[in-house]
């Protein structure tokens, strides 16, 4: 692991606050080893060398402590680039100690992970969650251990995180699944979609968030074809050949999405992006309300 100096650690969000919600973004890590096969991180376009080996900025609680003395109040996203619980986490405490400062500033949170370490910090998600608006999320791309290990090979297997996901649930935190990507002719099933949707709920998540497709761009693409020719040999000709360097390779099944949200549906689960940032963001009286 390497180390850097940050000048700077709380971003505007580019495009307003569509996604969950989001006031600020930060990534107190850059890099992430959990070795996801279609990390779209790992594109040209986000210049990140050695994208598999985590660089933590060291001064980023500092420079954190001072911006968020005199920013608007607002939700703090984390997770969009990195992982915030990588395996370094558990001795830094990088990201606790990000926590800690969010919930002391008054500001609320949105922050997403495939590790199940995120169980660690409930007691600091409840402290946020008394004053501001928090919302969880755990990414499973498929309900299947094995096919998870293949996939994203170096963090808790999915059954590993719907644990988690129920932890966090249970303790009363508005924590839903992040069902993205769907990697066309891997995770595109009706299975897959069906399980992970019944899972999700039996899991008590309060939504369940999908993006259809993959991205295929700069460096990521030649990371992605290369680990399909080991772990599933034929398959990147066949990428090629249907999606011909499409940027995005949505699933070929036009009925999937559908079946997605007939499935959420039935399980009464939320699953469009307004109406998850309506759910997590109510005022403050009726939040308190349902504490209690
Ligand atoms: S956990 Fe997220 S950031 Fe890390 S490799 Fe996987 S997709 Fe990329």
Redesign the pocket.
Known sequence: MKTVKAKTILQNMKYGNQWFGSDYNMNLYRG?C???IY?D?RSNCYRIDNFDEVTVKENALTILDRELAYRKKGVVGLGA???HYNPFEKDLEITRGALKLIEQNGYGLSLET?SATITRDIDLFKKIQAKHNVILKL?ITCTDDQLCKKI?PN?SIASERFKAVKQLSDAGLFVGILFTPWLPFITDTEENVRTLVKQAHEAGAHFIYASTGVTLRENQMEYYFQQLDKLFPGLSDKYRQVYRGRYACNTLNKNLYKIFEQECKRYGMLYKMQDIINAYKKPRGIVQESLF
């Open positions: 992430c959990h070795g996801c990390c991180s680039m990195s992982d495939k990414t994203e963090v």
